[in-house]
């Protein structure tokens, strides 16, 4: 009999869930800041609902099964298609933009990579309805705000930032075919992953053309957007991209999130998926997988829900931030232990500590007390074991102690008093 | 292509979420301040763990399927297995008792019943390793905690509870025989349900004998404890039985909880499951299915886990107190507009509002903006459809304008002045 879970999932026992806690909170109050609110949807939907949007590859990868009334069913591996169905939904009833996040647990059954997690948490933010790189831009400070509430900052954590539309305009003005775009982006999107040789021989099988290549190389391994915006003679389409991109980096300046933001082109993403900026924050040392991924998805919704709105958002896991926080020494964790343990040195008095308790639960305090008769030295003992953080001693009459059990300091008042200060 | 979630699903746009949020928060709340700690549990696990504890007539009921690695699985139906597998892992690391909540969302497919649901949360309290009846006590006095936090009253919610051993030697006393127990106990369980009548016959055709029959229902029906209590002649058992009953309620009364309980031997529950206290709560109209029930259960983790320790909880789930609240017009949400809207009168001052935005937020409050370029009056009127409080006006200086937009009223100050006062 295994006391385990199953194999890639997570118990939460009271200090893994005082974590998770801590991680989820700063997820919620940020989003709230950014006046982002929650919605949920089910953990099981329709099998057809994530194949829409993935293909039929994604099938090895779910936990999909048939149910009792015949539906191909697969528990949530993503959020965005349930986030698709439910605007599509109510698509005009809802006020645009909309801003939504979510904070789902998702499953994905990967058979091959042992020790490798089957469930997470995952933050989903989204803005969906408005076109405009103002959206983008307040996009991605809501994930660069919740780096700096954990405690992190520019020197920790990194934004890296594209533009499909830029990327696109750029290999085209340098000489890119439109049906050699395809392998150009998938030797883009191994860039760091491997050699860079390697890569130059990709590029130029890919084009056919050793000058082709080089403008190509030059262009995605410039770092510097003001020098790229600055080469002359690269087109129309290439400056209305850049003047697009320029004004996201001037807006995320004035969201003071500038600073955390590199210009990187060879962030591509998923191919299919995305059709404007995007984005994925690491933590600076490259110790780590990404934090978070995302970007405009604006054709999505259509293929999804069948509802045509601009779109975007971003996936922020609690698995990666989690080893994060941990590796900096920046995890912390709710409090666990009560507030106030209610004790006494009598027996008959256990109805008076009960009431006690009660009073101070009232006030919004937490409040526990020894079940079993104990000595008052040994229900000493227990609250500190407890973790409480002070402990009221009641007697028969009206007077109590408070002993703080941090520096052993020690008061003594009325129970009126003391209800009085809570 | 459906825009629905899974027949007995729901989804929870932000309205919705709003309120599951209000109902899970009390829980949250009030288990705090019982100095219960919250863990958590995978939502799917082996079936074998579900059929050890209900036998093989629980698949029928389950989401239960074979995952691609051969295992045999189900989604979560109840909690209590998980925590009996969880607390078996660790037994002798957990500081006892252990007092612990957690709030699942839990799956059955239910065939039979159209319209019901499929999933819902469910709020689970359980003290662990505690024999004595202090902890019956304080268990009880937590579900009840939550119905006042609600806003209910002893008028609109009643405690039912009855002692499992009480019932026991109660019956044993009247002459019922070890092997009548079995159907006496399933006719009891009916009660109310069914018309008197047919639970006499039941009673009779249990117990082959009038006088015993009539001594049963005597017993049963009795509301009164101190009445029943002053019965005589009913043998040591039944006294032993009746002291321990009579310091329960004794303890409630401590609690401040003794006047929402009603006695009530015809509450029963789960024949195989609780060995002590049983309690169910009702709305005191009796429009709706119970509200939560519970008791003591210390055979269970044996069974289960394989770790014997005594061991009592109860489940409350959020779909009749959702019913519940919105009849008694007691159902509240949490706010779901921003605290301010960040407007002006110029595209110029788009970074400027950007910045305001950004210092209030960083400030700890939400607040929102226009994405795209609005004159000022549509600004307001966008703060107002959004259900911001407060807009703040930014001008080219550094004044701004704070409008109330509950009472229209105004005022002026500086944007410093604005933030510090936050």
């Known amino acids: ?21 801590y991680i989820t909170g700063v997820w919620r109050d940020i989003a709230r800041r950014f006046a982002f609110v929650e919605y ?3 953990p ?3 099998l057809e609902l994530y194949t829409r949007k993935s293909g039929e590859e994604i099938v090895g990868q779910l936990y999909n099964f048939t149910d009792k009334g015949d539906r191909e069913v697969a528990l949530r591996p993503e959020m965005t298609p349930t ?6 939904a109510k698509a005009n009833a809802l006020r645009k933009p909309v801003r939504w996040f979510s904070i789902p647990q998702l499953f994905r059954y990967e058979r091959q990579q042992k020790g490798r997690l089957r469930e997470h948490f995952q933050l989903n933010v989204d803005i969906l309805g408005e076109p405009g790189v103002t959206a983008d831009a307040e996009l991605l400070a809501v994930a660069i705000e919740i780096m700096r509430a954990y405690g992190l900052g520019p020197k920790d954590v990194r934004a890296r930032v594209s533009d499909r539309r830029l990327l696109n305009a750029l290999l085209t003005s340098a000489g890119v075919k439109a049906d050699q775009l395809g392998p150009v982006y998938a030797a883009i999107d191994k860039l760091g992953r491997e050699p860079l040789e390697v890569t130059r021989e990709k ?8 000058d082709v290549a080089i403008r190509l190389e030059q262009t995605i391994l410039q770092k510097d957007f003001g020098k790229l915006r600055a080469t002359p003679e690269m087109g129309a389409d290439v400056h209305t991209a850049m003047e697009e991109f320029g004004k996201y980096l001037e807006l995320l300046d004035a969201l003071g999130v500038r600073e955390w933001v590199d210009f990187d082109l060879s962030i591509v993403r998923g191919l299919a998926y995305y059709t ?5 924050l690491f933590d600076a040392s490259g110790e780590f997988r990404a934090i978070c991924g995302g970007g405009r998805y604006d054709d999505l919704l259509d293929a999804i829900g069948g509802v045509s709105m601009p779109a975007l958002g971003f996936g922020m896991g609690d698995v990666v931030i989690g080893e994060l926080l941990r590796a900096r020494g920046l995890m912390r964790r709710n409090e666990i232990g009560p507030d106030y343990w209610i004790a006494s040195d009598s027996e008959k008095l256990l109805s008076k500590v009960m009431q006690v308790a009660s009073r101070v639960r009232a006030a919004g305090k937490s409040a526990e007390y020894s079940l079993r008769l ?24 009206e007077a109590v102690a408070v002993k703080n059990l941090a520096d052993g300091s020690e008061k003594r008042l009325t129970l009126n008093e003391l209800i009085a200060s809570l």
């Open 1 to 21: 009999m295994s006391r385990g879970p199953l194999p890639g999932f997570r118990d939460f026992y009271p200090e893994q869930l005082a974590e998770r806690a």
């Open 40 to 42: 949920d949807g089910p």
């Open 44 to 46: 099981l939907e329709t």
């Open 83 to 88: 986030l698709a169905r439910m605007v599509a």
């Open 203 to 210: 590029w130029l099988k890919a084009t056919g053309d050793e």
């Open 276 to 280: 404007g900026t995007v984005f994925e």
């Open 374 to 397: 104990q000595t008052l030295s040994r229900q000493m003992k227990t609250a500190s074991s407890a973790g409480a953080r002070e402990v009221i001693i009641v007697a028969a009459d």
